[in-house]
Nanobody, 128 residues
Framework: QVQLAESGGGLVQAGGSLRLSCAAS????????MGWFRQAPGKEREFVAA????????YYADSVKGRFTITRGNAKDTVYLQMTSLKPEDTAVYYC?????????????????????WGQGTQVTVSS
């Protein structure tokens, strides 16, 4: 069992920045992919970004490419999402997730049911 805890959400004006953090309960991982999804009211949970075990490979939704950056901590049990140039349409609950099945990356990772464990979510609200 893996527990994930997100932090860093909040209220920000359009054009502002936020940094989300996610810490996993288990220290030792191998070959897992970590990622972020988000869910706005009345909408399905959607893929935001993901990163491979060594942090060298990253993946982004087109809607956040160039504005969001995903990184992993040195201990490999943390993942961050730096969000810049935020827009009102970025408003959502952001969820941290892991796929313990590991690589290779495939199109299935764009779908929430591929991922194994989820955090409770952190609210991000962007005002216009």
């Amino acid at each position: 069992q893996v527990q994930l805890a997100e932090s860093g959400g909040g209220l920000v004006q359009a054009g502002g920045s936020l940094r989300l953090s996610c810490a996993a309960s288990r220290r030792t991982f191998s070959n897992i992919i970590m990622g972020w999804f988000r869910q706005a009211p009345g909408k399905e949970r959607e893929f935001v970004a993901a990163i491979g075990w060594n942090g060298a490979t990253t993946y982004y939704a087109d809607s956040v490419k160039g504005r969001f950056t995903i990184t992993r901590g040195n201990a490999k049990d943390t993942v961050y999402l730096q969000m810049t140039s935020l827009k009102p349409e970025d408003t959502a609950v952001y969820y941290c997730t892991v796929d313990t099945g590991g690589p290779p990356w495939s199109s299935r990772h764009y779908f929430a049911d591929t991922w194994d464990y989820w955090g409770q979510g952190t609210q991000v609200t962007v005002s216009s």
